[in-house]
Every structure is written in structure tokens, then in C-alpha cells.
């Protein structure tokens, strides 16, 4: 995604010189060992240290509502025969992808406001970068194959079940996947390769590309160049394709005669704008405030953003998608209510 790739990305520009210029008088003067730091420390938000212990508080209440809200999700999708259909096997796809990037910093941000656990090994960062990186691209690409769906949902549905088959929706999600593993994995090696000797202490919760590759005293630049071309290379074909699905419905939904086909069409497509808005709001915000208010902004605002966008998506996504569907919701009622109450429900 734009916000956890090019906008700490531009960062390095600016302190690639500056490293440089150090790294032939700092590197001969260390051993190996000290070129390799065994662990990190995570400094959780800098400035805010006094309000670790309140900002854990909407944090985790976030964190628990995003747990179960997609684990329900997954449940309703995999037991209801009603909703094996392909929008709500995408909708499985960012209910799993949501769980997992969550999951991957928000329990040890918790664990570094709660109890101070800011250690962090260099494999276990390396891991965790990884993970979040991975998956953050993976959310972009779920929500452009989301869109896609509703392109085919209103534009050909007739042809609807015939295009979208599980084949072809199984070999799209793996694709996206694999899209965000080999775009991501070269983060690992380039990071890794860098020589540090610049302390070891994160001013982030968890470990960003750039927050780990600037502790560095060698050359960040190529660090820099990639992670903004993977920032171009995901978030920009991402918002293009989805640019372009909701172009082509704009102007199907248009065409229509009656005004409440009109207002149908958009409706099957108001959910997935609110998760698109959910998942790009916190990266634009993050992008544009890095090149333009990067001096005034302090970095505290730029990490909470960070971890907002960690938690957002997962945290909404299956409220809005309960709220604005309603098969889910019919699903739902017969599970807490029973069958009988369905009906009236709907009335």
C-alpha cells in the first residue's frame, strides 16, 4: 500500500546522503557482531510515551471487534451455502488477509504499552516486516479483485456466475498473494545486508522498512528506490484498476432507465467503497503529509496513522459489510433469532 511503502520511503532520500557521508569513517571502526544487532528495541510512539497505557484502550477494543467481526465473517461464508458466491469469497479473501495484518503488530504494540516488552529480535522484525508489508499489499489487491467483481455483477450479469468460477477466483487470490511475496521479499534481503550501527532502538511500534533500514550506517538509497517502485507497482495499479471498474459502472448504472435499478446497482457497490475509503484515507493521508507536512506534523501523528491503518480496515470492514448486506444479515438473524424471525425482520 502507498502508506507503509512510499511514504516512509521518501524518508531515505533525504537521509541517504546524510549516511553516506559517515559510513567510510563509522563501518571500519566496528566488529562483525556489532554490524549485526541481535535485537531491536520498539519505542512504541515517541512523545506519547505518558499515553501508552490510554491510547492501549481504543487499540484493543479495536483489535478484539476486528478479530471476531472477520472470524464471524469467515464462519457465515464457509457454513452458509447461501453466500458461496463469488463476492462473498472475496469478501473471505480481505476478511483473512484483514486477521492476519492486524495481527501481525497490533498484539505487540499492545504488549509494549501494557508491559513494556519493546525487545524484538532481528529474525522476529524481519518476520514481522515481512508479514505486514506482505499483507498490506495483499488488502490493495483484494479490493481491486473486488471491484472487478462488481464491474462483471453489473455490467454482465447475465454472465456473472460463468466468468467469475472458483477456479478463476482461487488462481486470483493466489496470484495476489504471491504479487505481494515477491514484491516483499527482496525488503528482507535488502534490509538484512545493511550494516548497522546507528543504535537499535525503532521510534515506531512495530518494524517499517524504512524505520529499520535508517538505524543503518550504510547506503539506504537503493532501500528507498524499491520501496517506492513497489509502492508504485501495487498501490498505483491497484487504485488504477479500481479507477477504471468503477468508471465503466458509473457509466452502466447511468444508462439504466428506472431509477430503482439504479439505485440497486449502486447499492451492491456501497460496502466495498466504504472499505476502499477505510484502507486508502489512512494511506493517502500518511503520503502526502510525508512530502508536504513533514515538518510540521510530528512523527507521533505519523505512527498512530500507521497503526490506524492496521486497524481501520479489519475493524469496519465487517461491520459495514454486515450493516449494508443482506444476505449476511439474513444469516446472521437465523443464527441468534432462528428461521422463524427472519421474515418478520425483513418486514
Not at 519505542?43 to 472470524?71: Q, R, T
Not at 458461496?84 to 499492545?110: E, G, N, Q, W
Not at 483484494?142 to 468460477?165: E, F, G, Q
Not at 477456479?167 to 528482507?188: D, M, Q
Request: aromatic share 12%; hydrophobic share 45%; charged share 10%.
Amino acid at each position: 500500500m502507498i502508506m507503509m511503502f512510499s511514504s516512509v520511503s521518501i524518508g531515505g532520500f533525504t537521509n541517504a546522503k546524510m549516511v553516506n557521508d559517515h559510513t567510510n569513517i563509522i563501518v571500519p571502526l566496528l566488529n562483525q557482531t556489532e554490524l549485526s544487532p541481535s535485537t531491536f528495541i520498539l519505542n512504541g510512539i515517541p512523545g506519547l510515551e505518558d499515553m501508552h497505557i490510554w491510547i492501549s484502550f481504543p487499540f484493543c477494543s479495536m483489535y478484539v471487534v476486528a478479530v471476531v467481526g472477520n472470524c464471524g465473517l469467515l464462519y457465515l461464508i464457509y457454513h452458509e451455502d447461501s453466500l458461496h458466491r463469488p463476492m462473498y469469497y472475496f469478501l473471505a479473501m480481505l476478511s483473512l488477509t484483514d486477521l492476519v495484518m492486524c495481527s501481525s503488530a497490533i498484539p505487540k504494540a499492545l504488549c509494549i504499552f501494557w508491559f513494556h516488552l519493546k525487545e524484538i529480535s532481528f529474525d522476529e522484525c524481519l518476520a514481522q516486516m515481512f508479514f505486514i508489508h506482505t499483507f498490506t499489499g495483499m488488502e490493495s489487491g483484494v479490493l481491486m479483485l473486488m471491484a472487478l467483481d462488481r464491474y462483471v455483477a453489473i455490467c454482465y450479469p447475465l454472465h456473472y456466475s460463468i466468468i467469475l468460477t472458483s477456479s478463476l477466483i482461487a488462481k486470483s487470490g493466489l496470484a495476489t498473494f504471491l504479487r505481494g511475496v515477491l514484491l516483499i521479499v527482496p525488503f528482507t534481503f535488502l534490509t538484512k545486508r545493511l550494516p548497522y550501527c546507528r543504535g537499535n532502538a525503532i521510534p515506531h511500534t512495530y518494524c517499517d522498512h524504512m524505520s529499520v533500514a535508517k538505524l543503518s550506517c550504510g547506503t539506504i538509497r537503493v532501500n528507498a528506490v524499491y520501496g517506492l517502485m513497489v509502492a508504485l507497482l501495487i498501490g498505483g495499479f491497484d487504485i488504477l484498476c479500481i479507477t477504471v471498474s468503477y468508471t465503466m459502472i458509473l457509466r452502466a448504472v447511468v444508462s439504466l432507465s428506472s431509477a430503482d435499478a439504479r439505485q440497486k446497482a449502486f447499492s451492491t457497490c456501497t460496502a466495498h467503497i466504504c472499505a476502499i475509503v477505510f484502507s486508502y484515507s489512512p494511506a493517502f493521508f500518511s503520503f502526502f503529509s510525508h512530502r508536504f507536512g513533514h515538518h510540521t506534523i510530528p512523527p507521533s501523528c505519523h505512527i498512530i496513522v500507521a497503526n490506524i491503518y492496521l486497524l481501520l480496515p479489519p475493524t469496519m470492514n465487517p461491520i459495514v459489510y454486515g450493516m449494508k448486506t443482506k444476505q449476511i444479515r439474513d444469516c446472521v438473524v437465523r443464527i441468534f433469532s432462528g428461521p422463524k424471525d427472519i421474515k418478520s425482520y425483513n418486514m
